[in-house]
């Protein structure tokens, strides 16, 4: 992996890491469908110039909006508003790293040397032993909510090895297109009182609402698609276990400074070890590989 790469590597994980704090202060005044609606619906407005048609490919293209889209974000967001803590959710998403692993395997045939596999399990190691914090056991819902967006993020990803000279903000501008209309329609169906708490929300939640949808897709997610195109699916996703670190981190300095309502983090040993295990995991993952290792897109 180049040195510029490396670099977006680590800009990439401190945006989602910066977005899990944004997104749990929205929902504690907007629910989550409309939040996540609303987010879209920028990011939608947004990037018009960049919704093309791609003869071919459209369906592949609706795939992935649906499923990295609007379930990945949808199940992220209810799990933000379920859990009591940002680590349950930060931690638990990341079991779409084995997952997508196993799927880039079975459908893209994509080999994984001894290097990658020891960064991979030391990494997974590291998210196993933060899951041993009792907090998680205390957050099931967020839980149950997170395994269901790591799948959904895990399936399209094998879609988006499938496409073809799309660029990053192309792609998103469709995500956030049928995104914006199918979280709509849910949230219209189950959430109630739209008109009365967009009116009173407050400027704290309409920045995080800004704040999510300007750094968490034009900064995080445009990263990701970037390096996704560049790298198999089984050397980028590992490199996503710096987010929870991150997320851990920011959550952490707002509990312990009051700054939102709301967090409530702690930190002991098993987040210290699980951090560390990860951190090194991750470090070894982005070693460059020997050439013979490096995928024939490159």
Avoid: C
């Avoid at 190691?125 to 099931?140: K, N, R, Y």
């Amino acid at each position: 992996m180049s040195t510029k790469d490396v670099i977006l590597v680590m800009i990439m994980n401190l945006a989602f890491g910066a977005t899990f704090i944004s997104a749990k202060v929205g929902v504690t005044e907007f629910p989550a469908f409309m939040f996540t609606t609303i987010r879209f619906l920028i990011v939608a407005i947004v990037l018009i110039p960049f919704l093309k048609i791609h003869k071919g490919q459209m369906m592949n293209i609706f795939i992935i909006s649906t499923l990295g889209g609007g379930l990945h974000f949808g199940f992220f967001y209810l799990a933000l508003d379920s859990s009591k803590y940002v680590s349950s959710v930060a931690i638990v998403l990341q079991l779409g790293i084995p997952i997508s692993t196993i799927l880039s395997v079975i459908f893209l045939k994509e080999i994984i040397r001894w290097r990658r596999v020891l960064g991979i399990l030391l990494s997974f190691a590291g998210v196993i032993t933060l899951m041993f914090e009792p907090t998680i056991f205390s957050d099931l819902d967020g839980v149950y909510f997170s395994l269901l967006a790591a799948t959904a993020m895990s399936i399209s990803m094998i879609f988006m090895k499938k496409l073809k000279n799309i660029k990053a903000f192309d792609l998103q501008a469709w995500l956030a297109f049928a995104s914006t209309i199918m979280l709509g329609i849910i949230s219209l169906t189950f959430e109630t009182d739209h008109y009365n708490i967009i009116i009173n929300a407050s400027y704290i939640a309409w920045g995080a609402v800004i704040f999510t949808s300007l750094i968490a897709t034009g900064v995080g997610h445009a990263t990701f698609y970037y390096l996704i195109t560049r790298y198999d699916v089984s050397k980028i996703t590992p490199l996503t276990l710096l987010v929870p670190i991150f997320a851990i981190i920011n959550s952490l300095i707002i509990s312990h400074f009051e700054i939102f309502d709301g967090f409530s983090e702690s930190i002991n040993i098993k987040i210290i070890l699980g951090a560390s295990m990860t951190l090194i995991g991750v470090g070894i993952v982005m070693v460059r590989e020997k050439s013979a290792d490096i995928s024939p897109r490159l």
